[in-house]
């Protein structure tokens, strides 16, 4: 039948829960103590049909024919004020076998088969996601830390379900700031040791120095306009001098991002576009005819007819926007995407409507694929030293009140482990947590001691769950039975939890068609409270052998999902703390 098809239903007993519990399905409540309802609506049915078939019509007689088989009894509509769903009943048992045993078996098949249930019609699908992309001489702000954090995440996701995925940093390098860098080096008695130390901070150092001479000191500007256009024409000297700021930045971006579990496979610097292809981009879009020419000498692009957006100086440099383009057109050249994601902050909206716009004025047929996943702002985020944030800062000062607090705490003490990377593991948790909890759009106000609670709804919740689920699996001296028995595990705690457990893909979808990790973090967090209540009342070690094996079974499932979602949000999942 074709609904069972466009289902992918597979009615071989080890094969259909998985598939039953994609996106179109969700749990319902549970019936006559031996049943569970579960609802397809309508509008799913139809979506799913339609990309299988011409004709997405649903019959009623159709459905019920493909369910009635020995799994399900009872189909009916059902109209609810958004939808008419059909409801169907599963056997309770059969279920809890299901869902068990489908993680636990074989795990990685487990994934696979996720993912593949969840993007059936998955064609090549090779996503180039840029993210992070800080400015060297410019503190890594917040906004840098959400782009890094969030584009961490979808990336993740995106490879879980399958994609091809291209994890690309666009460093900042180049604009007149760079000149007046030069001067404030120079200010500052610049030497390579120096450079060497604290590369960040002493750039830093010296931008804010040259800009503040430049106030009063008119020349200040000149030479630092004289000194960007020496880059320009690649003067030697400075150009050799930059390289080294370029390289010893890269250096401790890449040991601030490890500290945070995150890599990337391309790193690139924007000024490499500064004059790469801009001849032929010109003149393509002067054969377009959009090309216009100011009297000041500016060249700008007529996005629309209100709308003009400059793209090169009067001196014939380039802008931001003119790199973009350049940086596009390479990226598409090497990777051929099919999608590619810019995780930027709110405020750079127009720069990226413009950008698209003039990509897709230039009649290139992948501009559309390409989109702005954009963020809120942090307020409040400062560490006790001072008002400008670096985050080598923000991560150290995390990790020493995280070893406070691991020696104040008494829940945490079970796994104590004093080791300085575990500390610095559970402190990027919680700061990682603490924002992916947050809707990605909405601007925040950030809250050390709301982020670091061990109890409340934080990446250290998370990361204590995962230790005690581990601790148990290694510690109870039971182990996992060969088959799961679902007579044993009728506590309300274990089928709460396996419900649970079996939302996991519906919840993975929608974090990926909304690309919100909160839907994801607040899935783990109710589902860290249901494992939390469990463990409480399911014992395992002073029980019946058979009893306690068949609750490992539940805790280890349960745990293979919780590491597996922490994973996904970019946490490496502790095993003791
Ligand atoms: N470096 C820029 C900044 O810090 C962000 C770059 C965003 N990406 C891009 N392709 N324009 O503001």
């Given amino acids: 039948s074709r609904i069972l098809e466009a289902l992918k239903w597979k009615t071989s007993p080890n094969n259909f829960m998985p598939t039953l519990l994609s996106n179109h399905i969700t749990i319902g409540k549970e019936k006559n103590g031996t049943n569970i309802e579960f609802h397809l609506s309508r509008t799913s049915l139809k979506k799913v049909l339609s990309t299988s078939f011409s004709d997405k019509e649903v019959n009623m007689s159709e459905v019920k024919n493909v369910v009635a088989d020995d799994i399900i009894c009872d189909v009916h509509e059902e109209v609810t004020k958004r939808d008419v769903s059909i409801v169907f009943q599963i056997n309770r048992n059969m279920f809890i076998k299901e869902v068990l045993q489908d993680i636990t078996c074989d795990t990685v098949m487990w994934r696979k088969t996720l993912a593949q249930n969840l993007l059936p019609q998955s064609k090549e ?174 060249q700008v692009v007529e996005i629309n007819q209100q709308w003009r957006v400059p793209i090169m100086k009067s001196d014939g440099s380039t802008l931001y926007l003119t790199r973009d383009i350049a940086a596009a057109l390479d990226r598409y050249d090497h990777h051929k995407f099919t999608e590619m994601l810019y995780v930027v902050d709110n405020a750079q909206t127009d720069h990226f409507t413009a950008l698209f716009g003039i990509l897709s004025n230039m009649q290139l047929p992948w501009a559309a694929s390409l989109k702005h996943v954009k963020f809120g702002r942090i307020r409040g985020m400062s560490t006790r030293k001072g008002s400008v944030v670096f985050l080598t800062d923000i991560l150290d000062e995390v990790r020493d009140i995280m070893a406070k607090k691991q020696q104040e705490s008494r829940t945490t003490k079970v796994f104590l482990d004093k080791n300085e990377k575990t500390t610095d593991i559970l402190g990027t948790s919680a700061v990682i947590i603490n924002d992916l909890k947050q809707r990605r759009q909405r601007d925040y106000e950030f809250d050390w001691n709301r982020a670091l609670q061990v109890q409340g709804d934080t990446g250290v919740k998370l990361q204590y769950t995962h230790c005690r689920l581990w601790n148990l699996e290694k510690n109870c001296g039971t182990s996992l039975p060969l088959e799961c028995d679902p007579s044993v595990l009728q506590e309300p705690e274990a089928i709460f939890l396996i419900k649970d457990i079996a939302r996991f893909n519906e919840v993975i979808m929608k974090s990926y068609e909304e690309l919100e990790a909160c839907v994801l973090v607040n899935y783990l967090f109710r589902f860290c409270n249901l494992i939390n209540r469990a463990f409480d009342i399911l014992q395992v070690k002073n029980e019946d052998v058979y009893v306690g094996s068949q609750r490992l079974l539940l805790f280890h499932a349960s745990r293979i999902v919780l590491n597996q979602g922490m994973k996904i949000l970019g946490l490496q999942p502790l095993h003791q703390m």
């Fill in 125 to 298: 699908n090779k996503v180039v996601i840029e993210y992070s992309s800080p400015n060297i001489a410019k503190p890594f702000h917040m906004g840098h830390l959400r782009s890094t954090i969030i584009g961490n995440f979808i990336a993740n996701l995106l490879e879980f379900l399958s994609h091809k995925v291209v994890r690309l940093n666009y460093l900042g390098d180049w604009g007149t700031q760079f000149g007046l860098l030069q001067v404030g080096l120079e200010m500052c008695g610049y030497s390579e040791t120096l450079i060497k130390q604290n590369p960040m901070q002493l750039l830093y150092k010296a931008y804010v120095e040259a800009n503040k001479k430049a106030e009063t000191d008119s020349s200040i500007s000149a030479k630092a306009r004289e000194a960007f256009h020496c880059l320009e024409e690649g003067n030697t000297e400075n150009m050799e001098k930059w390289k080294l700021f370029r390289y010893y930045t890269e250096q401790e971006l890449r040991h601030v991002y490890q500290r945070l579990g995150i890599c990337f496979d391309e790193y690139k610097w924007e000024s490499e576009y500064s004059a790469k292809d801009i001849g032929s981009i010109l003149h393509s879009l002067e054969a377009r005819g959009i090309l216009k020419t100011e009297s000041d000498g500016r």
